[in-house]
């Protein structure tokens, strides 16, 4: 697919940074024909935009101009991206978007991937608040869009959405303009989005603070590899092979959850980077590291556009359940591990489980594995369940070490409500009438779906 921006054409989160998102408080699911009136019945007039700023909804509003008297960077770039910038609201949670063209919008791939599940395509939807600009204020538009995720890039930390439903004067919104030139420390920048505890559409201006690659160009992990030599610098480059790798930009612009995607613009008010994210706090060292914050390079969003798909993508659920405690069985007393439990909380009710039918993890494996994302997948498993918010099961099914296909009931009753299988490298969904989400046949080796069949008797 082509992805036309108009002054181009184009053919990590980690242990010490915070993602910029406010999360939502569970997941729901909603049908193609009724996509519209769900996502416009999260938003009443009585919220945010006749609360907070005293707009009525019958208001007739003349657009006007961005030729603004001279005042600075920050007012000139709200004047003129502010209407562009939009909020993603994913459940009770939400996080920043911005137009990039047309019916498109980007933001950052951890906030879309909390959005609703359709269940008629597998894709996830979004819904999206737009405001207007007037007397030099962003005015909340109470009406929600729904968007559709229509593509994401987890390494890159960013998602494409496409406007299902438009508000009718889209056409006079002025899409944000990739710059050029993407910028150097000391330039000036600007950062418009929705932090909790602020205002919808708060600007922070600062300036660019750094430029380099993530985490290869990360401070604390290039002093580690300068002091260290030998096996201990190997070791050192390889814990973070597992990191996702993007180039960043950090600026002096104070950012908070709920700027998750958010633009980050130059003096030109053109599009430089894209908010993804702050370092965590070293209060219990008694010092301060929100200084700066973090954002996805421009060049990274250039490189995602070359890779958009035909369709909207599909929407993978990870099988590894949100937990604090697990702990590793032996379900069958033959000194190897099968079995690996998980729970929110210490004594509390699984939240999923995985289940490793013909036991060829390596007995070596540590259950302390699970706090690493790269060490954890050495745990073989054939089939996982989890029980949050839905019931999910997962199953490798030609038992290559991949999973292949997953089932989603989401009402309850047992049966598969929406399921989803790779096929030539490509994930989509497919009809599956009344088959239960827990189906032992659906392994293709005889004796994996007979394991399987002794463990729910």
Known sequence: MKFTIRSMTFGVIIAFLVPVCVAEDGIATISKRNIGADAKSFVSPEQLSSALFGIAESEQWEPESNDEIERGIGSKSYAAAGPAVVVVRVGRGHGTGFLIEDDWIVTNQHVATMGLLDLSTGARVVNIHFG???????????QSYPAVVYATDANRDLALLRLIESPSYLSEIKPIQIADSSGA???????????????????RSGEVSGVGDWPGEHIDSIMTSLANAGATSDQTQASVQGIPKRRVMLSTCPINPGDSGGPLLNA?????AITYGIPKGGTDQGISLDKFSYHVHVDELRAFFDEIPAQPEVA??????????????DSNNDGRWDTWSFAAEKGGGQTGVMLDLDEDTQPAFKESYITDPEKRKLWNFEFAITFTPFVRAFYDTDND??????SSDVNGDGISDLTIAKKDQQWERIEATNQPVVAPSLLK??????????RLE
């Open 268 to 272: 030109d008010g053109e599009l430089i």
């Open 185 to 203: 420390p000391g330039d000036d920048c600007v950062s418009i989005g929705h932090p909790s505890a602020g205002l919808l559409w708060t600007l």
């Open 401 to 406: 070490g991949e999973i292949d296909l997953v």
């Open 132 to 142: 207007r600009y007037k007397d030099r204020l962003m005015h909340l538009d109470p």
């Open 316 to 329: 993978i659920p990870s099988p590894w359940p949100p937990a604090v405690f697990s702990h590793l069985e």
């Open 445 to 454: 080796e005889e004796s994996l779906a007979k394991q399987l069949e002794q």
